[in-house]
């Protein structure tokens, strides 16, 4: 997570961006999963009952986990805030207890996010900011199913399911070479597809989504603790749901791939792969609470300690604790492209700078979501939040127009990541726009092409944080403050 303000490229270098800072920081903090983990869990009484917020944790068949009763723990899981998630545990769990079940365990990590711990080994498999699965991920996923198929039955397996999973949870059916699945998910990616639409097709080509790494399991009792970077918090869809089973529609399937362009030398083997893989795949019988019993007899549940809304409430109060009134907060359900995403909001910020220059209050918007970006043959560099600010600025600077004085906009990824950049978002107040009206051809030039990055770094807009260790997926702030730059 951020640890400090001196990891924002941007700190007190106004008392605007300062405001943001503060924002950024306690939002990131709110999602740390290490800190979710260990305020939220609990073990308590009668033989030491895992509890949240005070209630009993449950599994399939409404059945509790008693520490007391069980035997070895093993942990499995991937994601950009696994390695947290993991040292959670331990914490939770102490010392003793870690000794007792004998705990031992496996996590999948993006480079800069991997930790050393005592009984859990958080694994770096695939480079910063390349959302793809890679070798490394294919060998770990393949340990952890091993470790998974070992269990007796009075164990317990806990899977840690974070944002960034389903690239770093991953073993392709058979048929399906991990190039093959990585040139289709560039092409999904690259044509617009939303996470729902490209995890559909990562869990026709997994042995280890939709269900399946649940279904390896040979304990009696396994539980999935997640953190969603999915928009609604379907749990089928944060990392591909490696515990949560779900059908295979080949014909939905084939529709989906074709009107997303991908190349038939593509298309037709991997809908073959997936045809050939669909009678191995658990039946899909879990309740609305993600509980389910696998065909040898595993009872699965799943905990959600965080998401998006988690990291807007954290926002918003944030603001409020600035001075700020906070007319809206939310996340934005509905599909949304970065530019329309940006013209929406570049719309709302002129109710906002009308209301404040009238009465003077400081205001602010808190919204969650993720926008899709379609990126052309010729584009150059850049993220659907660094995209989505400057779709803003071009609509706010349209006709000549100035910037207002004491409005900013950001738009941030939780993760620390956008795009393959050095950035987590981008934001613009009077000083970047300032350099952006000088050169408005250049402005629509890189919403064009999907090129913000270099644009935002030569106006001093970008916001860097390095990875923060969660993901809860992207919050907009939009803060006007009359008289203030």
Known sequence: MIGNERRLSFVANTPLRQDLADIIAAMTSAIDPCSLMCNRLSLGQPAGQLRCDDKPVLVAGGNTLDFDRLNRIVVVGGGKAAGGFAAGLEALLGPQRLAQHRVTGLVSAPAGCGLSLATIEVRETRPGGVNLPTTAVVTATGEMLAMLSQLNSDDLAIVLITGGGSALLEAPVEGISLPLLTRTTQQLAAAGADITAINTVRRAASRVKGGGLAAACTARRLLAVVLSDVIGDDLGTIASGPCLPAAIDIDGLATLLADYGVLPVDREPLLEAARLATDSRPPASADSAGCWTTPAGCRVGHLLLGSNATAVKAAAAAAEACGYQVISTGTVTAPETANDAGSRLASLSHKLVAASEQDGQPRAVIE?????????????????????????????????????????????????????????????????????????????????????????????????????????????????RPGRA
Do not use: Y
């Not at 979501?369 to 150059?380: F, I, Q, R, S, Y």
């Not at 860097?464 to 969660?470: D, L, M, V």
């Not at 993901?471 to 907009?476: F, K, T």
């Open 368 to 480: 969650g979501g993720e926008a899709t970006v379609v990126v052309p043959a010729d584009h150059g560099r850049g993220g659907r939040n660094q995209q989505t600010v400057l779709a803003a600025a071009e609509d706010v600077l349209a006709a000549g127009r100035n910037w207002p004085a004491g409005l900013l906009f950001a738009s941030f990824g939780t993760d620390g990541e956008d795009g393959p950049t050095s950035a987590a978002g981008g934001f613009i107040d009077t000083t970047v726009a300032a350099t952006f009206k000088h050169q408005p051809a250049a402005l629509s030039h890189a919403i064009d092409r999907c090129d913000a990055h270099p644009l935002l770094a030569a106006a001093g807009g970008l916001i860097e944080t390095g990875p923060t260790g969660t993901n809860v997926a992207d919050v907009r702030i939009m803060l006007m």
